[in-house]
C-alpha cells in the first residue's frame, strides 16, 4: 500500500481530483488530503468538497510514496506557499512519483524540477512549461521518470493509469 499525497488548495478542478482521488483509494493506496491548512474544507470550481486530512507544516516528503497535484485554479495558491513548493522539491528529491494535471505542473516549475524533463500540461501554461526548461509534448500523459503530466480532464483515464503503474 502507497501512501499518497494530494495537494490541494480552492478552486481545483473538481474532476481532477476526485477522480485520481477515488482510484487510488479503490486501488487499495491511501490517500490524504494535504492543505495549507489542516482541517478545512477546500471547495473545487464545480462545488466538490475534500477537508484537508493534515496541514502542510504538519508533514515531510518522506512520510508519502507519491504526490498528485490537481489542476484548476488550486496549483496557483499552491505555488505561492514555500512549504508546498518544498514538499514537492522534497518528494522530487527522493526519487518519488510526482503527478500533475492541467495547471498542476505551475507548482512543479515553482519547485524547479522540470529542467530537461518531457512533459505535457494545459496549453495555457505550455510556455511557462517550456521557459522551465521541459520539452512541451502534446499528448494525453506523458512519464519522464518520477514525473507524470496530463492535460485535460479528458486525459484522466490515461492519468490515472501511469500513476497506478508508478505505485506498483
Given at each position: 500500500?502507497?501512501?499518497?499525497?494530494?495537494?490541494?488548495?480552492?478552486?481545483?478542478?473538481?474532476?481532477?481530483?476526485?477522480?485520481?482521488?477515488?482510484?487510488?483509494?479503490?486501488?487499495?493506496?491511501?490517500?490524504?488530503?494535504?492543505?495549507?491548512?489542516?482541517?478545512?474544507?477546500?471547495?473545487?470550481?464545480?462545488?466538490?468538497?475534500?477537508?484537508?486530512?493534515?496541514?502542510?507544516?504538519?508533514?515531510?516528503?518522506?512520510?508519502?510514496?507519491?504526490?498528485?497535484?490537481?489542476?484548476?485554479?488550486?496549483?496557483?495558491?499552491?505555488?505561492?506557499?514555500?512549504?508546498?513548493?518544498?514538499?514537492?522539491?522534497?518528494?522530487?528529491?527522493?526519487?518519488?512519483p510526482?503527478?500533475?494535471?492541467?495547471?498542476?505542473?505551475?507548482?512543479?516549475?515553482s519547485?524547479?524540477?522540470?529542467?530537461?524533463?518531457?512533459?505535457?500540461?494545459?496549453?495555457?501554461?505550455?510556455?511557462?512549461?517550456?521557459?522551465?526548461?521541459?520539452?512541451?509534448?502534446?499528448?494525453?500523459?506523458?512519464?519522464?521518470?518520477?514525473?507524470?503530466?496530463?492535460?485535460?480532464?479528458?486525459?484522466?483515464?490515461?492519468?490515472?493509469?501511469?500513476?497506478?503503474?508508478?505505485?506498483?
Open positions: 500500500m502507497a501512501r499518497v499525497a494530494f495537494l490541494l488548495a480552492p478552486n481545483f478542478e473538481d474532476s481532477e481530483m476526485k477522480n485520481p482521488y477515488d482510484a487510488i483509494r479503490e486501488a487499495g493506496h491511501e490517500a490524504t488530503v494535504v492543505g495549507i491548512e489542516g482541517g478545512v474544507e477546500i471547495k473545487g470550481k464545480k462545488g466538490t468538497a475534500y477537508t484537508s486530512d493534515v496541514s502542510i507544516s504538519a508533514i515531510h516528503a518522506s512520510d508519502f510514496d507519491a504526490v498528485i497535484i490537481p489542476g484548476g485554479s488550486a496549483p496557483e495558491a499552491i505555488r505561492v506557499n514555500d512549504q508546498m513548493v518544498q514538499f514537492v522539491k522534497d518528494a522530487h528529491a527522493q526519487a518519488k510526482i503527478a500533475g494535471i492541467c495547471h498542476g505542473p505551475q507548482v512543479m516549475i519547485a524547479d524540477i522540470l529542467k530537461g524533463k518531457k512533459s505535457t500540461c494545459y496549453i495555457g501554461i505550455r510556455d511557462d512549461v517550456k521557459l522551465a526548461g521541459a520539452e512541451y509534448v502534446d499528448e494525453e500523459v506523458v512519464v519522464d521518470g518520477n514525473i507524470i503530466t496530463s492535460r485535460t480532464p479528458k486525459d484522466e483515464p490515461a492519468f490515472i493509469q501511469a500513476i497506478l503503474k508508478q505505485l506498483s
